[in-house]
C-alpha cells in the first residue's frame, strides 16, 4: 500500500491527461513538471476522463490528438493505480525514457549536481553586475532561518542565487517580471509549490511585500505559514543587498542573530552608517515582517 505518498507519473500519455486537467480547472501556469493532482478530484477527473467518447474528447481542451484514442483507457489505468495504492496525490513529469537515457550517460559527478541550483546560477550569470556572491548572502541571510528544513535551505539558496538577477528590468515592474520570471523559470528540480514559495521571495526581495495583484491567486495555492516564510526571506536579502551595496565581504563584518529580545545585528565601528535612512526604512519592513525589534550593536574595539 502506498498510502500518503505520491504517485510519480512519467511518460506522455500522463502528461497528455495533466494537461487536459490544467485546461479543465483553468490552471494559469502550463509547465506539466511537477504539477499536482490530489488523490480523491483526481480520481473522479479520470473517471470522467475513461467514460469518455472520442467525440466528447475532441471537444475538450488541451487534448492532443495523436494521443485522443488512448486517452479512457491511459485515464482508466492511472485511476486503478490511485485506487489500488491509495496515493495521496499525482506529480507529473516532463521527462521521459529519452531524457532518462541522457541521464543515465551522464558521468557520476553530473548526476549529483542539482538542476535547480545549476538553472539558477545559469540565469544570474547573464545579468550579474556585483561582486558579492551567492553563497556570502545565503550565509548572512540563514542564521535567522535555523529552523528550515534541508528542502527549504536548498530553496532559499536558489532564491539568494536570483536576488539581482531582475536589475535589467525596468524598477517601476522589477517586482512583477522578477516574480513571473521565477513562477515560470525552465527548471526541473522543483514542484509547482516550490515555484510559487521562490516567486514571493523574490518578489519580496525587490518590493518589500507580496502586495500586487498578479501574486495574489498564487499566494493563495501554499499555505499562509509557506507564503510568511517566502516573504521573510525575501524581506531579510532586501536588507542584505542595501547593507552592502552589492559589495563582497561587507555582509561577513555584520552578524545577524536571534535573541529573547528581537532580531540582533552587529556591525563594527567603520559601518557606523549603518544607521541611515536607506537601511532605517529596510529594518522597519523586516520588524514588521518578523513582527519584533531589531536592535543593532556596535561591535567594541
Known amino acids: 500500500c502506498f498510502k500518503e505518498k505520491s504517485l510519480f507519473a512519467v511518460g506522455g500519455a500522463w502528461r497528455n491527461l495533466a494537461r487536459m486537467h490544467m485546461h479543465s480547472i483553468y490552471y494559469p501556469l502550463h509547465i506539466i ?3 499536482r493532482m ?8 479520470l473517471n470522467a476522463i475513461s467514460d469518455s467518447n472520442i467525440t466528447q474528447l475532441e471537444k475538450m481542451r488541451g487534448v492532443s490528438k495523436k494521443r485522443i484514442k488512448g486517452v479512457p483507457v491511459s485515464a482508466l489505468i492511472l485511476k ?10 499525482i506529480i507529473f513529469s516532463a521527462f521521459g525514457l529519452r531524457e532518462g537515457c541522457v541521464y543515465d550517460r551522464l558521468s557520476v559527478e553530473e548526476q549529483k549536481q542539482d538542476p535547480l541550483i545549476i538553472s539558477c546560477k545559469k540565469i544570474a550569470s547573464n545579468s550579474q553586475r556585483f561582486t558579492l556572491t551567492d553563497s556570502e548572502l545565503e550565509g548572512w541571510v540563514l542564521p535567522l532561518f535555523t529552523q528550515i528544513d534541508l528542502d527549504d535551505k536548498r530553496l532559499l539558496k536558489a532564491i539568494c542565487i536570483l536576488s539581482d538577477f531582475a536589475w535589467v528590468n525596468h524598477p517601476s515592474y522589477r517586482g512583477e517580471q522578477a516574480f513571473l520570471k521565477v513562477l515560470r523559470i525552465p527548471s526541473v528540480g522543483l514542484t509547482h ?3 510559487v514559495f521562490m516567486a514571493l521571495a523574490v518578489l519580496a526581495r525587490y518590493n518589500g511585500n507580496i502586495n500586487i495583484p498578479v501574486a495574489e491567486h498564487w499566494r493563495s495555492t501554499i499555505s499562509t505559514q509557506r507564503a510568511d516564510l517566502a516573504v521573510k526571506i525575501g524581506v531579510v536579502i532586501r ?9 563582497d565581504g561587507i555582509l561577513k563584518k555584520i552578524q545577524l542573530s536571534k535573541s529573547q ?29 518578523f513582527n519584533c525589534p531589531v536592535i543593532l550593536r556596535a561591535l567594541d574595539l
Not at 38 to 45: D, N, Q, R, S
Open 193 to 195: 509549490e516550490d515555484r
Open 261 to 289: 529580545d528581537g532580531i540582533e545585528m552587529t556591525y563594527p565601528p567603520e559601518l557606523e552608517s549603518i544607521n541611515g535612512y536607506a537601511i532605517s526604512r529596510r529594518i522597519e519592513q523586516l520588524e514588521k515582517t
Open 33 to 35: 513538471h511537477g504539477y
Open 239 to 247: 536588507l542584505g543587498l542595501t547593507l552592502c551595496a552589492g559589495l
Open 38 to 45: 490530489i488523490g480523491a478530484p483526481a480520481i473522479t477527473f
Open 80 to 89: 486503478t493505480m490511485l485506487e489500488l495504492g491509495e496515493n495521496k496525490n
